[in-house]
Nanobody, 125 residues
Framework: QVQLVESGGGLVQPGGSLRLSCAAS????????MGWFRQAPGKGREGVSC????????YYGDSVKGRFTTSRDNDKNTVYLQMNSLKPEDTGVYYC??????????????????WGQGTQVTVSS
C-alpha cells in the first residue's frame, strides 16, 4: 500500500531554513506528481507545493513563492521541500502527498490522493 514518511521538521528561528524529506513506497513513484501541504493550529489545509512526475514542472502556493523549493529524486523515491527565509506564519504540520496525476496546476496543488503522518515545523525566536 502507499506509504509516505516525512522527516526533517523541527524548531527554527525566523529567517532560518529547513529541508523536509519524504520517502515514498507502495506505488510507481516516477509516474505521479507529488506535493506538500501544511496545516497550522486552528486553520485549514494549505497547499504548499507540487512537482510533476518527471520533476520538470513545479507549482507553489502564493505564500511560499520565492522562499520554498521542491525537488524529487525518482531513483530514491524521495521528494524534498527546501524552506528558506522562514516566517512564524510558516509554523504548522507539513504533510507529503501523492497526487492522482502526473502534472501540476493550481487545482492539483490542493488535491491529494494519499498523505503521510506529517512533520512539525515551528518557526519561533
Amino acid at each position: 500500500q502507499v506509504q509516505l514518511v516525512e522527516s526533517g521538521g523541527g524548531l527554527v528561528q525566523p529567517g532560518g531554513s529547513l529541508r523536509l524529506s519524504c520517502a515514498a513506497s507502495g506505488f510507481t513513484f516516477a509516474e505521479y506528481s507529488m506535493g506538500w501541504f501544511r496545516q497550522a493550529p486552528g486553520k485549514g489545509r494549505e497547499g504548499v507545493s507540487c512537482i510533476s512526475a518527471g520533476g520538470g514542472s513545479t507549482y507553489y502556493g502564493d505564500s511560499v513563492k520565492g522562499r520554498f523549493t521542491t525537488s524529487r529524486d525518482n531513483d530514491k523515491n524521495t521528494v524534498y521541500l527546501q524552506m528558506n527565509s522562514l516566517k512564524p506564519e510558516d509554523t504548522g504540520v507539513y504533510y507529503c502527498a501523492k497526487k492522482a496525476f502526473y502534472s501540476c496546476s493550481e487545482e492539483i496543488l490542493n488535491k491529494n490522493a494519499y498523505w503521510g503522518q506529517g512533520t512539525q515545523v515551528t518557526v519561533s525566536s
